[in-house]
């Protein structure tokens, strides 16, 4: 009966039910595919970006000697990107994780299943590292220039054990923010504005600490193609942790039931393919699990 049950009847007949990690990539192939396009849009920003500002022939770089309003305006633009891809058609669709850190938080919390948070990590590094690629294609030397070396993260000059402070700090305050709008029916709309002012505060004032990730797989495009792999491990375990802690402080503050779902921008009209909470078209649109 237990064989029965995990049987799928078709034409009269019976055929195995597909192992669940083959019966999701079926399912939620194009939110992994918008993930991993995402990020590499994000990466293709952050070179483009960081070869404007910091590159030694750029015109922008002369006319801009203060390396702080640099920073600054690399905040904005960054902060601006990151607004535009979750509120996108596409960002709206996927949840815009386009971070294993996060994905793996709302695994976590029990809003994103096993198969599901396994292939967004491995879409989004692949997002990554293409992204990254494709903008050194682009911008041919410039962006390995040793002022821009892919946009890579880097532990500052108060070394790693202070980048990696910084990284969980600013990954906790990070998830903090999200899961506080995100969760929040009437504010949930205001969730890119919200996360994207986290991104330009932390460029600007952070990134000398830690170059400013809060992401693996955006430091991994980074150094994979720069071929820069010192202090990797910083990015891999920092973030992680710091949003897993923020994750942990919201759920002995206001309990598992108020985490609703895992996508960042949740009040539009597309399919939710996560564990939701939330009531409405998208809900009733999700191909997702109850």
Not at 211 to 216: I, L, T
Request: glycine share 10%.
């Amino acid at each position: 009966m237990a064989t029965r049950a995990r049987e799928i009847e078709t034409d009269g007949s019976a055929e195995p039910a597909r192992p669940p990690l083959a019966a999701a990539l079926v399912a939620h192939w194009p939110e992994y595919l918008i993930e991993a396009t995402l990020l590499g849009a994000f990466m293709v920003a952050a070179c483009g970006f960081t070869v404007l500002l910091e590159h030694p022939g750029s015109p922008a770089r002369v006319a801009l000697p203060d390396p702080i309003l640099r920073r600054a305006l690399m905040g904005i633009a960054m902060g601006a990107t990151a607004v535009g891809l979750i509120a996108s058609t596409w960002g709206k669709r996927s949840g815009a994780h386009i971070n294993p850190a996060t994905t793996l938080t709302f695994f976590r919390l029990g809003r994103v299943a096993g198969p599901d948070a396994a292939f967004y990590a491995a879409a989004q590094f692949g997002g990554a590292l293409g992204g990254v690629a494709l903008a050194a294609a682009a911008l041919r030397g410039a962006a390995g220039d040793e002022r821009v070396m892919y946009a890579a993260t880097l532990p500052g000059a108060k070394g790693s054990a202070a980048a990696f402070g910084a990284e969980a700090a600013i990954s906790f305050l990070l998830m903090t923010v999200v899961l506080a709008f995100s969760n929040a029916p009437r504010w949930n709309r205001f969730t890119p504005l919200a996360a994207g002012t986290c991104v330009a505060l932390f460029i600007a004032f952070e990134a000398p600490l830690s170059g400013m990730s809060m992401n693996p797989a955006r430091t991994f495009g980074s150094a994979a193609v720069a071929m820069r792999w010192d202090s990797l491990w910083i990015y891999f375990v920092a973030p992680p942790l710091g949003m897993l802690a923020a994750a942990e402080a919201r759920v002995r503050l206001r309990g598992l039931r108020s985490v609703l779902c895992a996508k960042l921008h949740h009040e539009n009209a597309e399919r939710c393919i996560f564990r939701c909470g939330y009531p409405g078209p998208a809900k009733a649109a999700r191909g997702g699990r109850p």
